[in-house]
Structure formats: structure tokens, C-alpha cells
């Protein structure tokens, strides 16, 4: 009750601030994950830049695994949040256990693609045979142990919902210095543990999700009292499934397209491999950035969804207001470091051929930044308010309509070298710039027809 009182009573601002800062740290370490990978990759002794390429490859089912996770994961987040603000517990009960039984589901697919699918897959970006080999074993190892990923996105958004965000940073912790400390002893081989290279870096990687996820489930059954728990909850029911991914579904296609959009530009850049390098190289820096704007938005979605649940105008305004404000602080940040040391995450990488394009992918792409983390805010404020029409085309202006189209009428212009490829990254900053524009329109929409009918509370 006392998570209840602090979602209801504490100043928006004061609010977001508490629980921002544990969600950030939680998703700028998700992002940690791809960056420590590529890092000890691209200094393996042998085999460096087939490694990197082939990591830039698998990024893309990547993030579609995580984008299901964490899409189902939102939908829960704002649903349970609104049925607390509510007051309903039985019915928040059945929401945690659906979510439960949907990545069962979630596995099952995961686990049949890692089988059957991964090889024609990677086959389809590149005709290098090493590159296809590590591309096929890595993503194969993600795929079949992707349980971990999965429960952890699912789990992270339940104690988000009841405002125990704090925790959910814990476990991303804890599966982030696993990962980070097994990486240079299963990649390189120290000990009796012997040298795998990539496949090395792919069971780093997936142990530390399992450990996330372990974790998030004790303190999941620990902490969040506000519900019962049980297998008797997840038992499907399709009112309640419907509802999570009338919510969930524009984030999951958002993620989605985003796997769609980096599976695109690497066949736009299959002509080069090392721009392709660079742009998944530089894919990771600019996911670290945005996942700060994705850790923002999951503290602005349920402060909104609960104010939105009792009917509270002047909270509801209170989390639009403050949540844009700190996410264009944040991107305005990034866009510096972004700018000011290209050179330092290229000598991180190890870039070798890849290296001038992809500074010059930094000097242009970050430029987007400042829109982008405007565009991930709007979405959090649409999702919280039954938004997700909205939600949903802003995601295929900046992931589909504009950029791909974009992309490749830039690369019919392009010839060989820098110069040619700096076209195509200017394809992403005039996207999120239109884009932008068309959620500000959005925006202003959503708050006249579902925010300005309410009456006036002062909570």
C-alpha cells in the first residue's frame, strides 16, 4: 500500500525522478549487453572483423526477441498500473499471470526459429563464410536460451508497475557484471574454460539474462503484495490478453520495426561490409542513448496510466510536462558525447576498415538523437492513455515509411568511399525530425479528447 500511496500522493516531479533514474540505469545496461560483445569481439586475436560483422547481422532478431518481451512487458506495465490505480486487485492478479503465460508462448517461438530458421537468415545478409558460420552460431545460442531475456523484460515492468523500480535495476546489474566479467573468459578462454570466440560472447550474454531474470522473479513473488500470485492466474483469458496488447502491441511493433529497419540497411550496405560494420557498430552507441529516452518512458507510462486510472487532470500534465523536459535533457547530452568522441567508441570497437565510416556515421546519425528521444516520450505518454494508434504511426514514420524509402533513393546516388555512404546516414535525422513533428500534432490531440475531459482533481 505504501508503492500505492507513492504512485498516488508524491509530486509528479519528485516521482519521476525516483523512479526515472533506476529505469534508466536499468535499460542504458540492457544496452550494455551489444556494446561489451562487440567491444571483445573486435579484439579477438583472429577473425575480428568477420566477428564484428557477423554480430551487426544477429542484431536485428536481437531486438526483435527483446521487442516482444518488452512489448508484452509495457502493455502489462500500463494496464496493471491503471487496474491498481483502480483499486482492482483480483483483476491486476490475472494480468501479472497472463503476461506470464504469453512468454511461455514467446519462447516457444524464439526456441523453434533458433532451430530451424537462423542459418538462411544470416545466409541472406552475406555470402562470407565465416561470417556466416559465427553469425549462425551466435544467434543460434541467443535464440535457444532466450527464456532469460524474455522473463526479464517481463518481470522488470511488473515491479515497474507497482513503482519498485529500484529492483529492477538490481537484476539488470547483476546479469550486466555477469555478462561483462564471462565475456574475456569465454571469448578468449582463460583458465580451464577453453577459447570459443563469438559463441563465447553468446553464452555470456544469455547466462546474464538468466541470472536478470532469476532474480527479477524473487523479488517479483517477494515484493509485489499488492496482487495475488499463482500458476491459477495464468490461465489465458483473452479480455484480459486483448487489453495488454491494445497497449503492448504499437510498442511491439515500434521494436519490431526497428529490427525491420537495421535488417533493411544492412542489405542497403551489403555493396560494402565495412560501412554495413560501421552502421551496426554505430547502431549499439546510438541504442545506448536511446534506451536511456526507453528508460525514461517507462517511468513516464505508469505514472501517466495510474493518473489516467483516478482520474487525476493535473498529474496526468504534470508527467507530459516533466517527462519531456528531462528526456530532451538527456538526448541533448547525448548528442555531445556522441559528437565530441566518435575516435574513443571507434578504438573501444577496435574499427579497422570500418573506422572512418563509422565516425562518420556519428558526426551525422547523432544528430537525430534530440528528435528520436522526443518521439520514444510522445509514445510513452500515447501508450499510458490508450494511445496506441498514435503510438503506432509515429513508430512506421520513423522506423519504415520515411527512413527506408529514404535510404534507398540516397544509396542509388552513392559511389564508393565515405562520402557516397554520408548520404545515407543523413536519411535518419530528417526522419525523426518529421516524425517529431507529426507527434507534437499527436499530442495535442490525445490531451484534448482524453485529458481535458476530466474533471479537475488536485491529488
Not at 539474462?209 to 517477494?222: C, D, E, M
Not at 510498442?251 to 526497428?258: D, K
Amino acid at each position: 500500500m505504501a508503492e500505492r500511496n507513492r504512485m498516488k500522493e508524491m509530486p509528479v516531479n519528485k516521482l519521476m525522478v525516483q523512479m526515472e533514474i533506476p529505469m534508466i540505469l536499468s535499460m542504458a545496461l540492457q544496452a550494455v549487453y551489444n556494446i561489451v560483445d562487440s567491444a571483445f569481439v573486435g579484439n579477438m586475436k583472429e577473425g575480428s572483423e568477420a566477428a564484428l560483422n557477423a554480430l551487426t547481422l544477429v542484431f536485428p532478431v536481437q531486438m526483435l526477441m527483446v521487442a516482444v518481451g518488452i512489448g508484452t512487458g509495457v502493455g502489462t506495465n500500463a494496464l496493471l498500473a491503471r487496474t491498481l490505480g483502480q483499486g482492482n486487485s483480483k483483476k491486476a492478479a490475472k494480468v501479472a499471470g497472463n503476461s506470464l503465460f504469453l512468454g511461455v508462448i514467446i519462447y516457444a517461438v524464439c526456441l523453434l526459429f533458433g532451430i530451424f530458421g537462423v542459418k538462411a537468415y544470416i545466409s541472406s545478409q552475406t555470402v562470407d563464410p565465416e561470417v556466416i558460420s559465427m553469425g549462425t552460431g551466435y544467434l543460434r545460442i541467443c535464440c535457444v536460451i532466450s527464456f532469460g531475456i524474455i522473463f526479464f523484460s517481463l518481470f522488470e515492468k511488473l515491479l515497474q508497475a507497482t513503482g519498485r523500480s529500484l529492483y529492477s535495476t538490481i537484476g539488470q546489474v547483476v546479469g550486466a557484471v555477469v555478462n561483462i566479467i564471462l565475456d574475456p573468459i569465454m571469448i578468449y578462454g582463460i583458465g580451464p574454460v577453453p577459447e570459443m570466440g563469438v559463441e563465447g560472447a553468446a553464452y555470456a550474454t544469455v547466462i546474464g539474462q538468466v541470472a536478470s531474470a532469476v532474480l527479477l522473479f524473487i523479488f517479483h513473488t517477494k515484493l509485489n503484495k499488492e496482487f495475488a500470485h499463482g500458476t491459477k492466474y495464468m490461465k489465458p483469458e483473452g479480455g484480459i490478453i486483448k487489453e495488454i496488447y491494445s497497449i503492448g502491441l504499437p510498442a511491439i511493433i515500434a521494436q519490431a520495426l526497428m529490427s525491420i529497419m537495421v535488417y533493411v540497411m544492412n542489405l542497403i550496405l551489403k555493396f560494402n561490409p565495412s560501412a554495413q560494420t560501421a552502421y551496426g557498430l554505430f547502431y549499439k552507441v546510438q541504442q545506448f542513448v536511446l534506451f536511456l529516452a526507453f528508460g525514461l518512458r517507462d517511468a513516464i507510462t505508469p505514472i501517466i496510466a495510474f493518473s489516467y486510472g483516478m482520474g487525476s487532470k493535473k498529474r496526468i500534465k504534470d508527467g507530459m510536462k516533466y517527462g519531456l523536459i528531462y528526456t530532451i535533457v538527456l538526448m541533448v547530452l547525448g548528442v555531445a558525447i556522441t559528437e565530441i568522441f566518435p575516435g574513443a567508441f571507434a578504438i573501444l570497437f577496435n574499427a579497422e576498415q570500418s573506422r572512418e565510416y563509422f565516425i562518420g556515421a556519428m558526426h551525422i546519425i547523432s544528430i537525430s538523437f534530440l528528435f528520436a528521444g522526443i518521439n520514444v516520450a510522445y509514445q510513452g505518454i500515447y501508450q499510458a492513455l490508450d494511445g496506441g494508434i498514435e503510438s503506432l504511426v509515429i513508430s512506421l514514420l520513423r522506423q519504415l515509411v520515411i527512413i527506408l524509402p529514404l535510404a534507398g533513393i540516397f544509396s542509388i546516388f552513392v559511389r564508393n568511399g565515405q562520402m557516397g555512404v554520408s548520404m545515407i546516414w543523413w536519411a535518419f535525422p530528417i526522419t525523426e525530425f518529421i516524425a517529431c513533428l507529426a507527434g507534437y500534432v499527436f499530442l495535442k490531440r490525445i490531451r484534448k479528447t482524453k485529458v481535458d475531459v476530466l474533471s479537475e482533481r488536485e491529488m
